[in-house]
């Protein structure tokens, strides 16, 4: 029997609203990133049949040009849509302990509020792509990714 093998596939959509402005920063050679964390609300009954919800508290990691449209773009409160993977990363906190976390590294963020009279800009894209994540990617799990 032929081995089995599993797609490598990491792949995430949320939706939700900044919890504060996004906070901007250049690597030492330079390279723009943006992090910001949204909170995704989910509604549901609970056993006694009355409304609950529950708050999902997410971090974004933004690179490049995505970076920069989301420093210039967005601020608490603004609801988008990110499509992206999961990644996670350790680091050392102050007291000197190990810290891991896991955040999502955008691909693309779709803009979803209106801009002042509740018209969307004409001349802007309201979605924005970071172009680099496709070349990290193989060409199986891209065509995974581009096949939706």
């Known amino acids: 029997m032929a081995e089995f093998k599993m797609p490598e596939l990491n792949s995430v959509i949320v939706a939700g609203n ?16 943006v992090n910001f964390s ?13 409304w609950k919800e529950d708050v999902c508290y997410v971090g974004i990691v933004a690179w490049n040009r995505l ?3 989301c420093r210039d773009k967005l601020k608490k409160g603004n609801a988008v849509l990110v499509d992206g993977e999961l990644q996670s990363r350790t680091f050392k906190t ?18 979803l509020n209106k ?7 004409g001349d802007e ?3 924005f ?3 680099s994540f496709d070349a990290l990617l193989s060409p199986e799990d891209s ?3 581009h096949s939706k």
Not at 18 to 31: M, S
């Open 94 to 111: 102050e007291d000197g302990s190990n810290r891991t976390i896991v955040e999502i590294k955008a691909r693309r963020i779709q803009f």
């Open 125 to 127: 894209p309201s979605t």
């Open 143 to 145: 065509d995974l990714i």
């Open 18 to 33: 900044l919890t504060k402005d996004p906070i901007f920063r250049q690597t030492t050679n330079g390279t723009p990133v």
């Open 67 to 69: 970076a920069e449209s």
């Open 129 to 131: 792509t970071d172009e």
């Open 38 to 50: 949204i909170a995704s609300n989910r509604r549901f009954r609970d056993k006694n049949d009355e």
């Open 115 to 121: 801009r002042g009279g509740g018209e969307l800009s």
